[in-house]
């Protein structure tokens, strides 16, 4: 009989994790699924670029997958039973129970609210294509002079207040932050991104944070009103709920327990990636939520699998950083260089050749998974046995 592999998502973790399946083991042994909501690949770092009115190149998956053996299940998880080995999906035929023999859950995150009043009703977000396209009509809809805010100091609110200002130089736009702006950045990196923020007229309200959303304001916990026609809320990311509902080990935020494999702690037949893993990285320090933590996280656990299925050596790594890459608009970026555990090095690149390196991960990013079984050489090994599923197991 075939080994039955699930893989619940299909963002850059779940696609780069069946891809990678499919190129180490040989299809008469194992039958991979690959089940997602989304029709197409969604490059969830160009959201912001999405929601400022730019058109993405569209990578349908069944494009993608086509020849590689993996089959594509277009339906929605709606549970998991991991002590009966099964999964709950709905589709355009109904509902529907699949069974697994190993699965790699893969099911991401979305935008966090994080109990914020308003911000449901009022408040627009990136985390997904279907919230970046929302936000493009809004934005198209707004008048020269109308103010935009977004709100969150990280990666995502630098990157989508610059890509809106510069797209939209008539607008008035801000960026709320509860620390110092660029506070994660070097001097260096943060004088940079204090530089660009002025060319384009961002304004940065340092130290605000936002306690309630309204439709034309936010306000902050010191009861600052702040003028926004739109508000876009980029502060942090909530995991997929579903796994929190099993009985798999979760942390507090909800994230799947994983070892150095990214193999689950209580449940040896079941391996998380990407968002919906707490796994730890160099340094002994959890891996942040990120696609620099995901996409190699997908690669070694769709590694370790294909070696226990194969009776190989089941690979030793630990997950590290180099380089933290910034987009600031389509002109100008910044390349802010990092320890192996993610704190900041004084190194930064700057300009536009910081903009061109990070256009070149973000497309090589996309290309890894549009061309699943392309890049590395194709090594389908045997399997010679499976995975027996006791708690006991260890790497």
């Not at 069946?18 to 699924?33: F, K, M, N, S």
């Not at 990120?290 to 690669?299: D, E, L």
Request: proline share 4%; charged share 20%.
């Amino acid at each position: 009989m075939q080994h039955r592999v699930i893989v619940l998502g299909a963002g850059y973790t779940g696609a780069g994790a069946a891809g990678r399946l499919a190129r180490r083991l040989r299809r008469e042994d194992v039958a991979i699924t690959l089940v997602t909501a989304e029709p197409d690949f969604v490059e969830r770092v160009r959201n912001h670029q999405l929601a400022t009115g730019q058109d993405l190149r569209p990578r349908p998956l069944s494009e993608i997958f086509a020849g590689t053996g993996v089959a594509l299940r277009l339906a929605k998880v709606t549970g998991v039973d991991v002590d009966r080995k099964t999964v709950a999906i709905a589709g355009a035929n109904g509902t529907e129970e699949l069974e697994y023999d190993t699965l790699v859950y893969a099911l991401g995150s979305d935008w966090n609210s994080q109990g914020v009043l308003g911000t449901a009703e009022h408040a627009y977000q990136i985390a997904s294509r279907t919230g970046a396209l929302r936000l493009r009509e809004r934005l198209a809809g707004l008048d020269a002079g109308q103010a935009v805010v977004v709100v969150g100091g990280g990666l995502t609110g630098v990157e989508a207040a610059t890509e809106i200002a510069e797209a939209r130089p008539d607008l008035d736009v801000a960026l709320a932050v509860s620390g110092g702006l660029g506070d994660w950045l070097s001097p260096k990196g943060r004088e940079h991104v204090g530089k660009v923020f002025g060319r384009l007229g961002i304004t940065a309200y340092e130290h605000a944070a936002i306690s309630g959303v309204e439709a034309d304001h936010v306000t902050t916990a010191d009861g600052k009103v702040i003028p926004a026609a739109v508000t876009v809320w980029t502060a942090g990311f909530a995991v997929h709920p579903i796994a929190k509902a099993t009985s798999l080990e979760v942390s507090g935020t909800g994230q799947i327990v994983v070892d150095r494999t990214m193999r689950s702690v209580s449940h040896p037949d079941v391996y998380a990636v990407g968002d919906a893993a707490m796994a730890m990285g160099a340094g002994d320090k959890p891996l942040r939520m990120s696609c620099a933590s995901g996409i190699p996280a997908a690669w070694l656990a769709a590694d370790a699998i294909a070696a226990r299925l194969t009776g190989r050596k089941v690979p030793n790594k630990t997950i590290g950083y180099f380089n933290l890459c910034v987009s600031l608009g389509r002109k100008e970026g910044l390349i802010q260089y990092v320890t192996a555990d993610d704190r900041a090095k004084q190194a930064v690149l700057t300009g536009r050749l910081a903009a061109v390196y990070k256009e070149l991960i973000c497309k090589s990013a996309a290309w890894s998974v549009a061309n699943p079984t392309l890049g590395l050489p194709t090594r389908h090994h045997r399997v010679t046995h499976e995975q027996t599923p006791t708690r006991q197991q260890t790497v």
